[in-house]
């Protein structure tokens, strides 16, 4: 909650290089993070030598909470010298105010060199202590040092005709033959993105011990096939929940592992990022949602992700189609607090997992297991609350929509399998009711391939356009025919 915490945030476009440990070798405008572990609070600052060679050293914006005063201390080093520049006394703010750290003219001066420099920032506040951050080696260049952009693989802007599959958590566990053989039918299947689960208890179990691995094979393989890469930043390791619950205690620290995340990915052209899975179900958000707390974690990430990228783009939580009980709340329900509470407008989009098998959404039926007529419904309907908040304008992305073609779904409340022919129907009418429609973002089928880690005779094992084994369904070849 931004009333009980400090959170620094720079205004920079992610370039460094990925997966190099620190010191990072940057000649381009280079973002350095911290995130002082005893408070979960994020530090971003953006230097590079063109700016350094400016006398501008690190440039920053920060949001803190009221009453603490914030400071900057920046330390040049230059082989057997070194320079310290510290900003301090810089007041609270509710929102974030650009500012900077000048460097003495004599660091500018040896900067000018063009020889290779180690800049560090630490960062702190009247309310905490001082924090080591990041290093970044700044590399000898042409006349001045100018900055180049990388070059980068960045897909196609996303729309309506953009075709996504999401993949569930167990992508992320497939060995290296398994991964490269799915990524690669990803492709073939003319998919723009995959949609790819980081989630946080995956990558930090242990306070403090994260492990990039698979997530780092995932992007390099989205980024070498030319996939867009929909991040789904969700869940929360057991030592950040209260007992008993599935989200964070501290939605800083949640978003402390967004920034992490975001610094880390941007550099491979990533800037698509989902903010948790279903929030309105109680599933994903044990042990009943709360949309208050929900969107709090999502304006605290939001304006985290934005910090870091300012270019990226934020994606509420997919909702899901549930029904109303005591634990969970309908789509358009939670979107209307939300709505109140004045987080959506500091988003990019709307999630939704609009599933409706049996029904297609294309039929006419107005039960309300056809979560699509739940969209443009008057009065009470995703867009008409949309329209209500002056929010109109925010694209629908389907982050998930599916269909099992076998199983039962007793265990889970959910209807059964529909057939093989009428999964491979319900993939061209997906696309078929986005054509046209002005609010459609893209949409991600669910999912690539049948399940072997869930007993077969379920739905949940059967949402695949592939065989488990790999082989086309007709549901693949639905998906391959439509246009990319």
Known sequence: MIARRSLLAACAVALAPLCVPAP??????????????????????????????AGRAVRF????????????????????RSWVATR????AAAGGHPSGVALPPAAVRAVATCRPTTVTVAAFTTRRTPVAVDRVTLLRDAARCPDRPPRLTVPARPSATTKGIAVPATFLQES???MAADLNAVRSLGAGFLRVPM???????????????ALDAAVRGTTARRIGTLGLLTAAPRWASPEGTSYPRDPVRFAAFAARTVARYAPYGVRHWEVWNEPNFALFWAPAVDPASYARLLRLTSITIHAVQPRAVVISGGLARVDFDSTSLPANVFLEQMLVSGVVPQTDAIGLHPYTFPFSPLDPDDSTRNAWRLIERPLDGIL???????????????TEYGAPDRGSGAATGSPDGV???RQAQLVTDLYAALRGRAWAGPAFWYALRDRTDIAASSVESAFGLLHADGRLKPAGTAYRALAP
């Not at 008409?384 to 389907?398: H, N, V």
Request: a positive charge.
């Open 88 to 91: 301090t006394a810089i007041p």
């Open 24 to 53: 990072v070798t940057a000649a381009v405008p280079t973002r350095m993070v911290a995130f002082p572990s005893a408070h979960a609070e994020i530090v971003v600052a953006t230097t590079s030598m063109r700016d350094l060679v």
């Open 199 to 213: 989630d946080w208890p995956k990558v930090e179990a242990r306070s403090g011990v994260r492990r990039w691995t």
């Open 384 to 398: 008409a609350l949309l329209r209500l908040a002056d929010q109109e304008s925010k694209p629908l992305w389907i």
């Open 176 to 178: 290296p033959a398994r």
């Open 419 to 421: 057939g093989e022919a």
């Open 61 to 80: 914006v920060y949001i803190a909470e009221r009453g603490a005063l914030v400071g900057v201390r920046v330390t040049v080093r230059q082989g057997t």
